[in-house]
């Protein structure tokens, strides 16, 4: 009716207005199915006016005489663009088709909520890992602790300070030394984005004062006529004999679809640049992503996957003990609906489940622990659900909301089998049942052309308590008055105003407030051992929340051939905790026992700042460089786990049929460590790699690789026990395409 009374007004008044302008109108649909999308964004490029289409795909609007350039886009499609003349009186019409993002070779890094367009430029192996595509981004490192399951860390915040979820569903490491991220879990050849927030400037996925990291996988796709679709990869690594095989493949339907991904990895001791073999740091593993997507109508469809993975015999060479096998099973199933009404553009719903189960043992070490052999073996069970609601406030606003819920159970003990008496058996997680409620509301709004404000709120109420009956008589040893049990109310919220200052230059004013709960490990771990300080760690119930203040300025140039991005950040800590050491003489084994307890305030500040500059039509240059501090300011010491001042550099050519890529990245020594946490000063180190791929015959893509170029002997300052990273080492794979054939 509104097309229908604009086309009226046209004709009838015709004088004035028809004699000034004109009407564009058209329906944007999704280009692989043929239905319309609702909600998607066009925009008027040279004024940045825009609407959004309705229920049925269309919009309308009225423009002045004269060309113009129209951007059609929409989360999940590859925006496109049309320039249209507008006649004096014409009606002009469109139809616009947008292609769904499938990535292949390269993903697609978003953060807080924008695509970054100088990560996603960067160019992938097939043989790329998730763990090396995370650390691509700028303030992101990651813990090694072996050649496995490396941990991710934003701004030196890990663990219990950051949110790690798959497609948006929570689950929790099985293991009391973390070394279980929940990022191991997910390999790259499924992997779709990666959804980076810094600090608590993202909470959707739950409050936090450090971040959080979502990983999504490729989802299946509809096709106007039933296809199937395969691919198949082989690649090997000869520094750690490391052979990777991998498959995906589906059927694509006019209303269903589904997509099959796996993998298999198999590596043996990696040598470091003297040849030396590093033990322990071998393993297997084996993944699988099944996904299933149904239409119901035009408005509705169903999603639903399975996510199995396996690794076995994982060597840890900086602990005392390994990893004889983690596992997860996950299942996801969610309701996607569109048009519901005006108002009220999308409902998604997901419910879903996860098992994790991890088992540390020492079977093949000589030197043991304690002189005696022991298992370690950890689950965690986790159900949960939610829903998002996004509405269309205004032609200029929008506003999201989600209801959330979850329940998860941690349980890990001990068994030590002494020589000369019956095995013994200590709990150190006491089947810690935790429930959570959260409510998260987003608002944002375009007040001009140029100025944009954002604003989010979460509120989450947990509940923990500890059920196991040996663990809890462990506890109250120390806290004989606690029922070990507690309820947490936490808060967290950000702002920010984006201002255009010019058409080349975008500033962001950031400020976030941020809360969390303390982790298991600190609130109910017991005889948690930690080879870095060599102490064992005491959890601590009486914790209060953990709460951060964030303030952060952003600025982002997009010249013709250049994009360049900066950011100032500085987080305020309160209630930081810590482990502190306890009275007590040190054991044959351990130096002693630290309680997490309380250590008042601290802080973090530092830049970021990121180049992509195109050379030339194949050449381009992408760097970067990080730098930080942060201080335990009532201990007066600096804060563990904060990286030394980092730079990479990468140049690129890139062909029809090929691309080749040099990329060195290095750090200064680092003089800040933290003495109370049994951090020792390193050193600092250049590496250069060569990578490339070329696609000789369609459907055949050979990617090759020379990492650690000149054979540098290095570690990383996050590396535990200083352990030497590869030597110079020489990737290949070859992948199989039926969709290129």
């Known amino acids: 009716m509104n097309l229908l009374y604009r086309l009226l007004s046209i004709l009838i008044l015709g004088g004035t207005l028809a004699a000034q302008s004109g009407l564009v109108s058209g329906k944007i649909t999704d280009g692989s199915t043929g239905l319309p999308l609702v909600g998607a964004n066009v925009i008027i490029k040279e004024s940045n006016r825009g609407v959004a289409s309705d229920l049925e795909g269309l919009f309308s609007m009225e423009l002045l005489e004269g060309q113009y350039e129209i951007v059609a886009s929409m989360i999940g499609y590859a925006p496109i663009d049309q320039k249209v003349m507008i006649s004096r009186g014409a009606l002009t019409r469109l139809s616009l088709g947008l292609q769904p993002v499938v990535i292949k070779s390269k993903q697609l890094v978003t953060i807080q909520g924008n695509r970054d367009d100088i990560l996603s430029h960067l160019q992938e192996t097939n043989i790329s890992t998730t763990e090396h595509m995370i650390s691509l981004i700028e303030g992101v490192n990651l813990i090694s602790r072996g050649s496995y399951a490396q941990e991710p860390i934003i701004r030196g915040m890990s663990g219990g300070r950051m949110n790690i979820t ?24 499924a992997l779709n984005s990666i959804e980076v927030g810094k600090g608590a400037l993202s909470i ?40 990777k095989f991998s498959f995906s493949g589906g059927r694509q339907l006019p209303g269903s679809a589904w997509s099959l991904n796996g993998s298999y990895r198999n590596a043996g001791d990696y040598s470091d640049a003297n040849d030396e073999v590093v033990p322990y740091s071998g393993f297997e593993k084996m993944n699988f992503h099944l996904g299933y997507k149904k239409r119901i109508d035009e408005s509705n469809q169903v999603y639903a996957e399975l996510i199995t993975d396996d690794a076995y015999d994982i060597g840890y060479t900086s602990l005392p003990m390994d990893v004889g096998y983690a596992r997860l099973r996950m299942l996801g199933l969610s309701l996607h609906s569109t048009g519901i009404s005006p108002a009220l553009l999308k409902l998604a719903w997901k419910v879903y489940g996860n098992a994790i189960d991890h088992w540390m043992d020492d079977s093949k070490r000589e030197d043991l622990f304690m002189n005696m052999h022991m298992d370690m073996p950890g689950f965690t069970r986790t159900a949960g659900s939610f829903v998002d609601l996004y509405f269309n406030h205004s032609q200029n606003a929008w506003l999201k909301f989600r209801s959330e819920f979850y329940w998860t159970s941690s349980y890990a003990d001990m068994v030590m089998y002494p020589e000369d008496s019956n095995e013994m058996k200590m709990v150190t997680w006491p089947a810690v049942k935790r429930w959570n409620f959260g409510q998260f509301v987003e608002y944002q709004r375009d007040l001009n052309s140029k100025t944009q404000v954002n604003t989010s709120i979460r509120y989450d109420f947990f509940t923990s308590k500890a059920t196991d009956e040996m663990g809890i008589n462990e506890l109250h040893i120390y806290y004989p008055e606690n029922d070990l049990s507690r309820q947490d109310h936490l808060f967290s919220a950000n702002w920010y105003l984006a201002y255009d200052v010019n058409a080349v230059w975008q500033s962001v004013l950031m400020l976030a407030s941020g809360s969390r709960t303390p982790t298991v490990s600190e609130a109910y771990g017991y005889y948690l051992y930690n080879p870095i300080d060599g102490y064992l760690y005491l959890g601590n119930p009486d914790l209060p929340t953990e709460t951060s203040k964030q303030l952060e300025w952003q600025n982002r140039l997009k010249l013709v051939s250049s994009i360049i991005n900066m950011n ?174």
């Open 166 to 189: 798959i497609d948006g569903m929570k689950s929790f490491g099985a293991c009391t030394d973390r070394m279980d991220p929940i990022s191991s879990y997910v390999e790259a050849d």
């Open 204 to 243: 959707l996925h739950g409050s936090t004062v450090g971040g959080s990291l979502n990983l999504t996988f490729i989802k299946p796709q509809y096709a106007n006529i039933g296809q199937t679709i395969w691919r198949i990869k082989g690649g090997l690594d000869t520094r750690s004999q490391e052979r």
């Open 568 to 741: 100032l950040y500085h987080y305020q800590f309160k209630h930081f905790t810590f482990g502190q050491v306890m009275p007590g003489e040190s054991l044959g084994y351990a130096r002693g026992w630290k309680k997490y307890v309380d250590a008042g305030q601290a802080m973090i500040s530092g830049a970021e700042l990121s180049v992509l500059h195109q050379l030339s039509s194949h050449w381009t240059f992408q760097g970067g460089l990080n730098y930080e501090v942060g201080s335990l300011i009532d201990f007066e010491d600096n804060l563990p786990l904060i990286p030394p001042l980092e730079a990479h550099g990468s140049f690129k050519f890139d062909h029809d049929k090929f691309w080749i890529q040099i990329d060195a990245k290095g750090a200064s020594s680092q003089e800040r460590f933290s003495e109370l946490s049994g951090e020792n000063q390193t050193s600092g180190y250049l590496v250069f790699n060569l990578r490339g791929e070329i696609d000789p015959l369609e459907g055949i893509l050979i990617s090759v690789g020379l990492n650690n170029l000149t054979n540098q002997l290095y570690y990383e300052h996050l590396d535990w026990g200083d352990i030497y990273r590869p030597g110079r080492s020489f990737t290949f794979s070859l992948a199989l395409d039926q969709s290129a054939l």
